[in-house]
DNA sequence: CCGGTTTTTGAGTATACACTCTATTTTGAG
DNA sequence: CTCAAAATAGAGTGTATACTCAAAAACCGG
């Protein structure tokens, strides 16, 4: 082991230029090529620090995963208002990182780690926004706590997906709204 | 032109194989040489019937975004029930065509032919459900009908969405739970 | 400043892809 | 039957990709 200092700055280098490029041109678009010419680096020296180019994403859109939660080591049950906030800043803070989180959550049947990834990612949402939505609605039955926490979420990424197809629409108020009006019994 | 049999039924090959193919193994292995295997046709009778390989591609998800839409031609306005059914046979009856549709509308940035099908359906999908529910509910203004079709539609993508993600999600179900939920005055 | 270790280089490999081109065969209207 | 147009074959082109490897350089504890 015992990494040299510049090492450790290459690596650096590389995660944030294969950030940089999943904002700006996209999954297709970030090369090897445009991964090391970015961080100016070759080839060879790309490889001695990562397995492979997807080793370089995972690096990445697992931050982003992580980003999206607002207090991922706290164990009291965050208000819905702050959970619907928390993604609503994710989206519009970082949203090429995200469209590749949502890409690579559709990409792919049921193999990849990084697809493994986001539904792991997906289920502990699922759990922290039931928890909010039990502490506020006493009223509801476990399942209707656990649907009503998927169809927010569901709804949350659906708008996330229309933002995409269209710059122009507004995300978070309708965010906001949606959040509200998924709550009533069905 | 003048075509002969023979071409119109290759073309009709090909088309069936491409479909095929974005159902078993999405859009990434559907490659040229996939496509011209499964329909038994060499590249060069590919090229002689398509521009490219997008435009078969392009004719499979064409057809698979009219039949998302019950009654294409009609100009009365349906329920919103049957909206939403008409959606869940869509993404339950051809969900890898689905998976497809719903990838090309995420995949990129404002370019493409396929991008701009997806995008105007779209607005179309919304148009609809927004006549539907201003004849459901005339209490609502337009801006809040639209809201709620962009919603309801956003929620119905979004769960498509989770539903690819976990191949066990009760899709139909939450569908309509949340077709119902968020029609209240926010 | 020595010397083992880590890092870097960059040409090179293997492969996959969409697409082209020309020669050949097949079609079907007159 | 004829023959021009349509369809087909299939080898070939060009390009882009991820990744390898052996040699050279840089690093840093002692």
Redesign the interface.
């Known amino acids: 082991m015992a990494r040299y200092q510049a090492g450790i700055r290459t690596e650096a280098r590389i995660v944030e230029a294969t950030r940089e490029l999943l904002g700006k041109v996209?999954l297709?678009g970030t090369t090897l090529k445009a991964i090391c010419d970015r961080a100016d680096v070759r080839a060879g020296s790309f490889y001695n620090l990562f397995e492979s180019k997807d080793d370089a994403v995972l690096h990445v859109v697992k931050d982003a995963i992580r980003a999206v939660d607002p207090h991922p080591a706290q164990d009291a049950p965050d208000s819905l208002k702050e959970l619907v906030e928390a993604y609503i800043s994710f989206i519009t803070g970082q949203p090429e990182v995200a469209?590749v989180y949502?890409?690579i959550?559709?990409?792919?049947a049921?193999n990849g780690s990084l697809a493994n990834s986001?539904?792991r990612h997906?289920e502990r949402r699922v759990a922290r926004f039931s928890l909010a939505i039990a502490g506020e609605h006493p009223e509801l039955t476990d399942d209707e706590v656990t649907?009503r926490a998927?169809?927010i979420?569901?709804?949350?990424?659906?708008?996330a997906?229309?933002w995409?197809?269209?710059?122009g629409?507004d995300f978070p108020s309708?965010a906001r709204?949606?959040a509200?009006?998924?709550?009533?019994?069905?």
Not at 105 to 108: D, H, I, T
Not at 153 to 159: D, R, Y
Not at 180 to 186: A, F
Request: hydrophobic share 50%; charged share 20%; glycine share 10%.
């Open positions: 996209g297709d469209r949502l890409k959550a559709m990409s792919g049921t986001v539904r997906h649907a998927e169809i979420l569901a709804t949350l990424s659906g708008l997906f229309i995409m197809l269209k710059p629409f309708r709204l949606a509200t009006s998924s709550l009533v019994k069905g």
